[in-house]
């Protein structure tokens, strides 16, 4: 639980220094502290590979078969379509720095149809 804890409060740094890099890395690594201290449901887990192969972090959006995924403003439309052909739907939730710039984070929630 203290690396849960960690991981929030890098996080919350990362994003009050609009450091998306640091950001994504927090958001993988509460999903690996996750992984070591309970069992996950496989189906969820196999959400998480999607959004990793296509270069994004993600971890679950909480326990009800949604995860969510944060990549660069470039990669959203390839996260978004590898949702799709896993019969998902996938919601992109923009999140941008105040410069507007290519380094903007999307957070794309994944929903199993």
Known sequence: MRSLAE?????RDALLEADPSAF?????A???????????DPRQ????????RCGASA??????GAVVAVCATDGVPDL???F??????????????STESQ??????RRIRH
């Open 45 to 52: 887990a196999a959400l998480v590979d999607i959004a990793r």
């Open 103 to 108: 380094q903007g984070m999307y957070a794309v």
């Open 59 to 64: 971890n679950y959006a909480g326990s009800g």
């Open 80 to 82: 978004i379509e590898a």
């Open 24 to 28: 994504a890395a927090c958001v993988d």
């Open 84 to 97: 799709e052909r896993d019969g998902c739907a996938a919601v992109a939730l923009g999140v941008r720095d």
């Open 7 to 11: 991981q929030a409060r890098a996080a």
């Open 30 to 40: 509460s999903f690996e502290a996750r992984r070591r201290l309970v069992p996950l």
